[in-house]
């Protein structure tokens, strides 16, 4: 048998409503690995142990009283540190924030918590989550656990981090531009970022309401090592909140079309995927075709315009934001914002609403896209190696690298939901795909991942065994 600590949700919830392992075996054996390995690459920014450990045995004893078992009943979660837990610091990675006391938990934590899921901490993020790096100067950098020199990604790089070591099979993430499937991709492990709407988003800790284009695209969703895991995690995610009311009783399942039919995405502004990248994509397409997909190369409507309209609400909003950046984030953070402020001219109330009327017509095309085929394959970057705080630079470079995650940004721009699935390793580190389908047809995505996940046969954490032990 498999060390408890590598077993995915799926697996540990079914042996442990069998009764072949304890709540309290499966929390001490994530514990564990948590104080082996935590301190080498930062995944995670604190760690409840002794309040892990008291729920476990208090879910063991709810097991043998033949109690109610929910779902992920005994399964260990962490939760990225911008989403509040109660009782517990939202400090946001800012110094700023670090009396920030959470009255309540987020509706996603709610959820996993009723449903059995054990809170065992915190995973790192930037400060403000502004970044597609995971390092921030209260907690430090998160390293990707294949190559201290590489990214692991951003926002929830400590999150995709934990997964790949094995520091809870659930990770609770954030997505407002390419949050969960950058980190993801970067660290070989699966991202689910669900449609706006889909899971019920509440932070009652923040100071004001989230900005229009926050409410418009930004959503939670879960960061684990499998597919089946991610299927299982939005079950739990997605019930109902009546602190969101934008929150959609949308089906988790539907007919599944069958042939699928895929359309790929392979070159944008006169580029090429990296060839990583690129090979990766051909992987995913040959996987689909074989499994009897129909897949055809294509190009997603108006892409070019839908990128910089997204650059130009990032700036409206950062214009808005950038006192209280000023003031409460760090220098990372305001470097970010420093450069999204140099990508354009401001724009007036009237320039700025017109975008918004655009951005309809422009979700509409997608959408007839998205009838003709229901998945659109893409790279996550079409770059393979983004260079550590590529962010820090000049602002032509930050331009350079937003262009990079277009295939994230426009998805978001959209309210889409998108998969980071990983396919394998290239010079050392992971490489993968994103898939995108119709609003709330995340079971689309979850179908087609499967498929991908089963042909690449690729496992995050017997790579990174091989790579410790060669």
């Not at 930037?126 to 970044?131: D, E, G, L």
């Not at 992971?430 to 898939?435: C, D, N």
Request: glycine share 8%.
């Amino acid at each position: 048998m498999l060390p408890f600590w590598m077993m995915d949700a799926a697996e540990l919830s079914d042996r442990i409503r069998r009764r072949e392992i304890s709540c309290a075996e499966a929390v001490d054996s994530v514990l564990d690995r948590v104080q082996e390995v935590n301190a080498a690459h930062n995944a995670l920014t604190s760690v409840e142990a002794d309040e892990a450990r008291a729920m476990a045995r208090d879910a063991d004893w709810r097991l043998a009283q033949d109690g109610p078992a929910g779902p992920l009943h005994g399964v260990p979660f962490t939760v990225k540190l911008d989403t509040d837990v109660a009782g517990k610091i939202t400090d946001f990675g800012s110094a700023a924030m670090r009396d920030n006391l959470a009255a309540e938990d987020a509706p996603a934590v709610g959820h996993l918590r009723r449903a059995g899921a054990i809170y065992i901490g915190k995973s790192n993020a930037p400060c403000f989550s502004m970044r597609g790096f995971t390092d921030n100067e209260l907690y430090g950098r998160t390293l990707n656990p294949f190559d201290a020199t590489a990214s692991a990604g951003g926002s929830s790089g400590g999150a995709a981090a934990a997964a790949a070591l094995g520091l809870g099979p659930i990770h609770v993430a954030s997505d407002r531009g390419g949050s969960i499937r950058l980190p993801s991709w970067s660290c070989g492990v699966v991202g689910l970022r669900p449609t706006a709407g889909r899971v019920a988003v509440r932070n009652a800790s923040e100071r004001a309401e989230r900005n229009l284009t926050n409410q418009l695209t930004s959503v939670w969703g879960p960061i684990t090592r499998t597919v089946r895991d991610a299927q299982l995690a939005l079950a739990v995610f997605g019930q109902p909140d009546p602190r969101d009311p934008q929150w959609v009783p949308a089906p988790l399942e539907q007919a599944i079309p069958a042939p699928l039919r895929v359309s790929l995405f392979r070159r944008w502004g006169g580029r090429g995927a990296d060839p990583a990248v690129a090979a990766a994509l051909d992987h995913a397409a040959a996987a689909l075709s074989e499994a009897g997909c129909i897949v055809e190369e294509g190009m997603p409507p108006h892409f070019d315009e839908l990128e910089e309209m997204r650059n130009r609400m990032a700036v409206d909003d950062s214009r808005r934001a950038q006192a209280g950046i000023d003031k409460t984030g760090d220098r990372m953070a305001r470097k970010v914002f420093d450069n999204i402020l140099q990508m354009s001219a401001p724009r007036d109330t009237d320039e700025a609403l017109a975008a918004y009327q655009r951005k309809l017509a422009i979700a509409r095309a997608w959408s007839l896209h998205l009838a003709d085929h229901d998945l659109m394959l893409t790279p996550v970057s079409w770059r393979h190696r983004i260079p550590l705080d590529e962010d820090q630079h000049t602002p032509e470079r930050y331009r350079e690298m937003i262009r990079d995650l277009s295939c994230l940004t426009t998805v978001a721009t959209l309210g889409l939901p998108g998969l980071a699935v990983p396919t394998g390793l290239a010079d050392g580190i992971p490489v993968g795909v994103q898939l995108v389908a119709r609003w709330f047809r995340e079971d689309v995505l979850l179908a087609a991942g499967k498929i991908i996940e089963r042909a690449s046969g690729f496992s995050v954490l017997r790579a990174l065994d091989h790579k410790t032990s060669s």
